[in-house]
């Protein structure tokens, strides 16, 4: 199939599509991805705690976890480049997600979507705790699930870079460049014009920008509800040895994992918090003396005699209506296809997107998941698939 798809975004998201539209051998055509920072200083991609589980409250979401982690283990081969193969150090430390008396029996109903899709979960109440992890706190918990194989964490920037040069092996172009509008015509996007001047034709669009995506949907006047919204990822270090620590979700939103001999650790807003959109990145210093030290402290006494070494910033890119991502055709044009707004799961999802993405694009269909739960379809509809375990 000889067509030329642009894709506006070169983070993980659209070099997964790069790479599997690539790979195809249907496709005969060409691969044009526009990415204005090839150095990737703000993507989320390359700001992201990268880590990877199966403890989803959506069928969908579980399915596209397993097939994202065994990608990434598998990424030596997936990925080789000649003789170079990426190692992206993937740590299979599990998701320990705690439960007060208030939220247990959610907690239950979302372990039971689990188990109902065969992942490897255990749901363990509060002497269960206290026996497998004795340095936690368990006072104020009723249950806790932990994953017991295939999460964890992972090089996500190392992933990022290995898609991008295996797509480029295999045809993909990638130029540094800017989408600043669009020529349409009899309902479909006919080119992207750039910042530098040049007019690139299309027959077919992806929308993977990120926390940049609702602004392009603006160029081409449609709604894509993404917004930027800023997270900031604190590290420190602790003296005392804490064996067999997983990524430990606090009932609270707090959220802590390993990062080698070190310790990363960020929090989400709370309901009903205000949750600004496209912030500066700059780090919110107080968010880690005011909430999450104290939070970890409770939960981990060996916590409360830390101490912080360094802090970043990156972007989710939310989509408020459900926290799912956004994939497949917009109704607006017949050639226009989103790859967005995964609300904080991206990377982990990205292999099974841009699987899914390469089959719709070059089949018309998708061939192995079926990811038609999150088209813009359910926007439009008015029916959201919510995912309640955001992170």
């Known amino acids: 199939m000889s067509q030329t798809i642009v894709i506006l975004g070169g983070g993980a998201m659209g070099s997964a599509t790069a790479y599997f539209l690539t790979r195809d051998p249907a496709f005969t055509g060409k691969v044009i991805v526009l990415e204005r920072d090839p150095s990737y200083k703000q993507a989320s991609s390359a700001l992201s705690a990268s880590s990877i589980r199966q403890q989803f409250s959506t069928p969908l979401n579980i399915a596209l976890s397993r097939f994202g982690f065994d990608f990434i283990q598998n990424a030596a081969e997936n990925l080789k480049v000649g003789e170079e193969r990426p190692a992206l150090s993937l740590h299979e430390g599990g998701y320990l997600v705690l439960a007060s008396a208030a939220g247990v029996d959610q907690l239950r109903q979302i372990h039971a979507i689990q188990t109902q899709e065969q992942a490897p979960i255990a749901f363990l109440e509060t002497e269960a705790l206290k026996a497998r992890f004795d340095w936690l706190n368990t006072q104020d918990i009723a249950a806790g699930t932990l994953?017991?194989?295939?999460?964890?964490?992972?090089?996500?920037?190392?992933?990022?870079?290995?898609?991008?040069?295996?797509?480029r092996a295999q045809g993909a172009e990638y130029r540094t460049e800017e989408a600043v509008g669009?020529?349409?015509?009899?309902?479909?996007v006919t080119a992207v014009k750039t910042r530098s001047g040049e007019t690139i034709a299309c027959d077919l669009l992806v929308n993977a920008c990120g926390p940049w995506s609702g602004?392009?949907?603006?160029?081409?006047?449609?709604?894509?509800p993404v917004?930027?919204?800023?997270?900031?990822?604190?590290v420190f270090s602790c003296k005392t040895p804490l064996p067999n620590f997983p990524l430990l979700c606090d009932p609270g939103g707090v959220w802590v994992r390993p990062e080698g001999a070190f310790y990363i650790a960020a929090t989400t807003p709370k309901a009903g918090e205000p949750?600004?959109?496209?912030?500066?990145?700059?780090?919110?210093?107080?968010?880690f003396e005011e909430i999450i030290w104290p939070a970890l402290a409770e939960r981990v006494?060996?916590?409360?005699?830390?101490?912080?070494?360094?802090?970043?910033a990156g972007y989710y890119e939310v989509n408020p209506v459900d926290h799912n991502g956004l994939?497949?055709?917009h109704p607006a044009f017949d050639n226009l296809y989103l790859a967005c707004g995964f609300s904080g799961h991206g990377l982990q999802h990205a292999p099974g997107i841009?699987?899914?993405m390469a089959e719709l694009l070059l089949h018309g269909h998708y061939k192995t998941l079926d990811l038609s739960p999150l088209s813009y379809q359910r926007i439009v509809d008015n029916k959201p698939l919510h995912e309640i375990n955001v992170i």
Do not use: C
Request: aromatic residues 10%; without cysteine.
């Open 327 to 329: 994939v497949g055709q």
């Open 354 to 356: 841009g699987r899914g």
């Open 147 to 167: 994953g017991l194989a295939k999460e964890g964490w992972f090089d996500g920037y190392g992933l990022l870079q290995g898609l991008r040069k295996k797509a």
């Open 227 to 234: 917004r930027a919204r800023k997270r900031s990822v604190f």
């Open 301 to 312: 006494p060996a916590f409360e005699n830390i101490k912080q070494t360094n802090a970043w």
């Open 182 to 188: 669009f020529t349409t015509h009899k309902g479909k």
């Open 275 to 287: 949750d600004p959109d496209d912030l500066p990145l700059e780090v919110d210093h107080h968010l």
């Open 215 to 224: 602004k392009t949907g603006e160029m081409l006047g449609i709604d894509v």
